[in-house]
């Protein structure tokens, strides 16, 4: 098995075998202030928010190849971030906003508002079955 990293302070994504070693970087171009990340070893994808100048929902493939932006329009500080794997839908939830939204993991698109609240600073955010779970500040 492998465990995937990001490091905001360098704006890389890393990853390594479980006893650490064959560490190496995955993505290190374009991205600015990486947060969560999210894996998902049967399709061969990896999804991470981005905080920075420019907000966003990224994946790409497990060896960083092909990455795509999801989500990049009304979202401010995208913090925790969770594969729902019997739906084939991505959660995030943004701390500014107040949200937690989802979208097709394939495809980004039918974005909906899951949870929407006020003053809650939300953190994480985890799916598992038919309920949600989340942290805030």
């Known amino acids: 098995g492998n465990i995937y990293w990001t490091d905001h302070g360098f704006n890389l994504i890393e990853v390594a075998r479980l006893n650490g070693s064959f560490r190496y970087v995955i993505i290190s171009q374009g991205l600015d202030q990486p947060r969560s990340i999210a ?5 061969g994808y990896l999804f991470w928010t981005e ?3 420019s907000p966003c929902i990224g ?4 060896d960083g190849s092909e990455k795509v932006v ?4 009304g979202i401010v500080w ?5 594969i729902d794997y019997e739906e084939n839908k991505l959660y995030w939830c943004d701390a500014r906003t107040d ?21 809650v600073d939300m953190f994480s955010v985890a799916v598992f079955g038919a309920y949600i779970y989340w942290s805030d500040r």
């Open 59 to 62: 994946k790409a493939h497990l």
């Open 99 to 119: 949200k937690i939204e989802r979208i097709d993991l394939e495809s980004g698109g039918n974005r909906e508002i899951v949870l929407s609240g006020s003053n």
């Open 70 to 73: 999801l989500v990049s329009l």
């Open 51 to 53: 905080w920075g100048q």
């Open 39 to 43: 894996v998902h070893p049967e399709k």
């Open 78 to 82: 995208p913090n925790g971030i969770s």
